[in-house]
Nanobody, 115 residues
Framework: QVRLVEFGGDLVQPGGSLRLSCAAS????????MGWYRQAPGKQRELVAT???????NYADSVKGRFTISRGGAKDTVDLQMNALKPEDTAIYYC?????????WGPGTQVTVSS
């Protein structure tokens, strides 16, 4: 069973930066892809960014140019660098790993952007 845990959520002012990390229970190279998703109150969960085993990345239009997904220094982590944060980025951020057609989710970490 794959286990994922997110770290790094916090309260940050608009325009600020935050770095989230997702730690997996095994090497991320075992996964077809990993991604970050978010869910704001009263809204559906949405894709933020993904990275596949080949290193190809994909971003939601709303975060392009501000967020960067990358593999962490350890073989079992994926990071999300978030810059120029806006109040509308406030949400619970979830990490997801995919192996074939199976998806595994972390419990999420809260990001709040407010002055």
């Amino acid at each position: 069973q794959v286990r994922l845990v997110e770290f790094g959520g916090d309260l940050v002012q608009p325009g600020g930066s935050l770095r989230l990390s997702c730690a997996a229970s095994e090497s991320i190279f075992n996964f077809n892809a990993m991604g970050w998703y978010r869910q704001a109150p009263g809204k559906q969960r949405e894709l933020v960014a993904t990275i596949n085993v080949g290193g190809v990345t994909n971003y939601a239009d709303s975060v392009k140019g501000r967020f960067t997904i990358s593999r962490g220094g350890a073989k079992d982590t994926v990071d999300l660098q978030m810059n120029a944060l806006k109040p509308e980025d406030t949400a619970i951020y979830y990490c997801k790993a995919r192996i074939l057609r199976n998806d595994f989710w972390g419990p999420g970490t809260q990001v709040t952007v407010s002055s």
